[in-house]
């Protein structure tokens, strides 16, 4: 089935900067990329997604981009603001189920 | 996603006594799922249903059980048999039961060994 990973498992960025979380995944027929943040003892809601037909999309401070050919994809997170903290999770669709990366813990230091 | 609620928030298990974790959904969403997350672990798969009266195993099916009797509830029963079932549980649901849609979440069932 299909593996995803995450890296790095923890990020901490200065109020402000920006953060990259990148994420890899193995099955090359894999063609919905959601990414989810989870503040603590929270649901993980739904920040941005990325179809395969596309290599990149925007959403106000985020983005995702895709790579089909190396089989990643990344969650950039543009200045970075105290609310952003939280653990971020990746996934991609495989066989009709959605596999999860382990998540990112994101720390921003005020 | 105030569609999907998940009852009770906290939940008590005694040794050897099974519990039944609520998931309900008013989204008319087809498909349904259940997670477990534990720390550093990110979510995994137990069961999932992608239409009603029909469901298949997830990736950590063992000591769990699962029905659906209608389109808006996916109960989770934990059984005895799961001898770790400390975690939080989440239940998700998704327009239709294809890999190219958002699930969206409740808000968890955090369970306990007593």
């Known amino acids: 089935g299909e593996n995803v990973e995450q890296h790095p498992s923890t990020l901490s960025v200065q109020e402000g900067d920006s953060a990259v979380i990148k994420c890899t995944y193995s099955?090359?027929?894999?063609?919905?990329f959601p990414w989810y943040k989870q503040e603590l003892g929270k649901r993980p809601q739904l920040i941005i997604d990325?179809?395969?037909?596309?290599g990149e999309k925007k959403d106000q401070r985020i983005a995702v981009t895709l790579n089909k050919t190396a089989k990643h994809f990344s969650l950039h997170i543009t200045e970075t603001q105290p609310e952003d903290s939280a653990v971020y999770f990746c996934?991609?669709?495989?066989?009709?189920?959605?596999?999860f990366g382990k998540g990112n813990q994101v720390v921003v230091i005020p | 996603d105030g569609g999907i609620t998940q009852s009770p928030k906290y939940l008590f298990r005694k040794e050897g006594q099974n519990v039944t974790l609520s998931c309900e959904q008013n989204?008319?969403?087809?498909?349904m799922y259940w997670y477990r997350q534990d720390p550093g672990q990110g979510l995994r798969l137990i069961y999932y249903?992608?239409?009603?009266?029909?469901?298949q195993k997830g990736d950590i099916a063992e000591g769990y059980s699962v029905s659906r009797e209608k389109k808006e509830s996916f109960p989770l029963t934990v059984t005895s048999a799961q001898k770790n079932p400390t975690a939080f549980y989440l239940c998700?649901?998704?327009?239709?039961?294809?890999?190219?849609?958002?699930?969206?979440f409740g808000d968890g069932t955090r369970l306990s060994i007593l």
């Open positions: 996934a991609a669709s495989g066989n009709n189920r959605l596999a």
């Open positions: 998700a649901s998704q327009t239709q039961g294809l890999g190219n849609q958002p699930q969206h």
């Open positions: 989204l008319n969403h087809d498909a």
């Open positions: 990325i179809r395969s037909n596309v």
């Open positions: 249903s992608q239409i009603v009266n029909d469901f």
């Open positions: 099955d090359s027929a894999s063609n919905y």
